[in-house]
């Protein structure tokens, strides 16, 4: 009866979820769309899945989407923290197997798009493409500080830092769910989860290892991002043979909580779609 109300009324039917066993742990993902070339969504640093949902079902428009919780976050808080990237990034390629997924178009976003990095250069024939969002392709300094003010202050002292770093002025004066959502993940996450993932960031190692990369690649930033800023951005870029690269303008370092229709319709423009458009 659910189903059919919102197909009469066009709405999109929610995310089903599922829980996968991925090497030492069990975690959820969320799928929505059920046929198409399957497209995989890795989230940052303490978030969880949640963070695609507004723009989950609209990518999913001709394709089948998936994205997960990644270890230490949302539902898999109960797994062994990581130590390395190549720890998440080999989560990463067991989600896959366990979806029964041998390729995908694979899209990360900060923490996620470190991962996804490193998941490319050991596997790179998992990849039909590749999108980056505000991420790096280098450790920050900044990672070790923040595992340390994290255990040191606990994970409220996180939320102000946190929050302007990923909100504009605007964005974080309007209190938006997705602001309100990013808030509440920061409040109830696990310190050591959170401390255990920065230093996992500190390990990326990926500069100067995917310029045989051949899949199709895009790099897409935000105009308004202080912490992965458009320079670093366009520095991805010129790392990968071939990559696109896309400014979204007045855009800050969680697009999909702020500005989801940007992220929407780039990914739309990039990722093949076995949708019917109109002409």
């Known amino acids: 009866m659910i189903d059919r109300v919102l197909a009469e009324a066009g709405t999109p039917q929610p995310p089903s979820l599922l829980r996968v066993l991925v090497g030492d742990h069990r975690t959820t993902v969320a799928q929505a769309g059920v046929a198409g070339p399957p497209v995989v969504l890795v989230h940052a640093l303490g978030l969880d899945w949640r963070m695609w949902e507004p723009v989950i079902t609209q990518v999913a428009v001709g394709r089948r989407v998936y994205a997960y919780d990644v270890r230490g976050h949302g539902s898999a808080?109960?797994?062994?923290?990581?130590?390395?990237?190549?720890?998440?990034?080999?989560?990463?390629?067991?989600?896959?197997?366990?979806?029964?997924?041998?390729?995908?178009?694979?899209?990360?976003?900060?923490?996620?798009?470190?991962?996804?990095?490193?998941?490319?250069?050991?596997?790179?024939?998992?990849?039909?493409?590749?999108?980056l969002i505000a991420t790096t392709n280098v450790a920050f300094e900044a990672f070790e500080s923040r595992a340390r003010s994290i255990e040191q202050d606990g994970m409220a002292a996180q939320v102000a830092p946190s929050l302007t770093r990923w909100f504009t002025p605007d964005g974080l004066a309007c209190n938006?769910?997705?602001?309100?959502?990013?808030?509440?993940?920061?409040?109830?996450?696990?310190?050591?989860?959170?401390?255990?993932?920065?230093?996992?960031?500190?390990?990326?190692?990926?500069?100067?290892?995917?310029?045989?990369?051949?899949?199709?690649?895009?790099?897409?930033?935000?105009?308004?991002?202080?912490?992965?800023?458009?320079?670093?951005?366009?520095?991805?870029?010129?790392?990968?043979?071939?990559?696109?690269?896309?400014?979204?303008?007045?855009?800050?370092?969680?697009?999909?909580?702020?500005?989801?229709?940007?992220v929407v319709n780039a990914l739309d423009e990039f990722l093949p779609s076995d949708a019917v458009r109109a002409t």
């Open 77 to 131: 808080t109960e797994a062994p923290r990581p130590s390395t990237m190549t720890d998440l990034a080999a989560d990463l390629l067991a989600v896959m197997d366990a979806l029964g997924l041998d390729s995908a178009h694979i899209v990360g976003l900060s923490y996620g798009g470190g991962i996804v990095q490193t998941a490319a250069t050991l596997a790179p024939e998992r990849f039909e493409s590749m999108t």
């Open 176 to 262: 938006a769910r997705g602001v309100r959502y990013a808030r509440d993940c920061l409040l109830r996450g696990n310190p050591e989860h959170a401390a255990a993932a920065w230093r996992a960031f500190r390990t990326l190692d990926v500069q100067g290892k995917l310029a045989g990369f051949s899949a199709p690649t895009l790099v897409l930033a935000g105009e308004r991002d202080v912490s992965t800023t458009p320079e670093v951005m366009s520095g991805i870029t010129t790392g990968i043979a071939g990559a696109q690269y896309k400014e979204m303008p007045g855009t800050p370092h969680m697009p999909t909580l702020e500005q989801p229709q940007l």
